[in-house]
């Protein structure tokens, strides 16, 4: 058993910009054939066309059934096959637990809970049509093992990825599909500079980049993650290094939550 992913036909969702352009250039890299898929379709193209190494861009709406069986489609059709699919793809908010509304709770939800679901469904038939086992690699979060109140409906969401992968891990064993997770912590990404952002909005700080400041205090290892600190789980988890694992949420956060 070994790290290495040569060959292995992968879809990385959400993979326009920051942790999922990480993976799916780090994957590619190590010989994948790598599938960017994203809601922005033309960021989907331009990441997979700066990766190159036969990497491919296509449009994608996760919490859309057809959308996504049309991105497995074109995986396979470029590929011939697939092997690992992760379900990237999420969006946060910010926002104090008594203002959150039912718009923001199923908008969250939407994306990062039926977007995994749908995902793990569709890749898990063409697993099973090909006849081959498969990997399902889900992006949970600190967020799905603690609560935190301006991202309670975040939190919910991610609650409801460690949920969902160990369902499917148990539902899906007997087709030699694993499937498991991942946990970042705060990472320098687009997503933060967006939170940062909302939080001097809402009032909550006053500065550029306090947000993130305050947040990585409760690093154990001293500093804020960069999709690089992802990218060595995540090679393993795609990897047949990973066979004997399947239901888990492993933590890449540098020691902020401990289990």
Not at 68 to 84: E, N, Q, S, Y
Not at 90 to 110: A, K, L
Not at 130 to 135: A, H, I, N
Not at 230 to 244: K, N, P
Request: glycine share 10%.
């Amino acid at each position: 058993m070994s790290n290495d992913v040569t060959g292995k036909s992968i879809i990385v969702t959400g993979a326009g910009r920051g942790i999922g352009a990480g993976i799916a250039k780090d994957l590619a890299e190590k010989g994948a054939q790598v599938c960017v898929a994203d809601l922005n379709e033309e960021a989907a193209k331009e990441a997979a066309a700066k990766i190159g190494h036969g990497a491919i861009g296509v449009g994608v709406n996760v919490a859309d059934r057809a959308s996504t069986r049309a991105m497995i489609d074109a995986t396979v059709a470029a590929f011939g096959k697939l092997d690992v699919i992760f379900n990237n793809a999420g969006i946060s908010q910010t926002c104090p637990f008594m203002d959150i509304v039912e718009d923001d709770w199923q908008r969250i939800m939407d994306v990062n809970g039926k977007g995994v679901l749908i995902g793990t469904q569709e890749a898990a038939r063409q697993f099973i049509k090909q006849g081959s086992p498969g990997k399902i690699v889900n992006t949970a979060s600190i967020a799905a093992k603690q609560g935190y109140p301006l991202f309670a409906h975040y939190c919910a969401s991610k609650f409801a990825v460690a949920a969902l992968t160990q369902a499917a891990a148990r539902a899906l064993a007997e087709h030699k599909i694993t499937v498991n997770a991942f946990g970042p912590g705060v990472v320098k990404t687009e997503l933060w500079e967006q939170l940062d952002r909302e939080f001097i909005e809402r009032g909550v700080t006053e500065k550029e980049n306090e947000a993130i400041d305050g947040f990585s205090e409760a690093i154990l290892l001293g500093h804020a993650a960069v999709p690089a600190d992802i990218v060595g789980t995540t090679t393993f988890l795609a990897s047949s290094a990973s066979d004997y694992m399947t239901g888990q949420t492993v933590m890449i956060d540098g020691g902020m939550v401990l289990i």
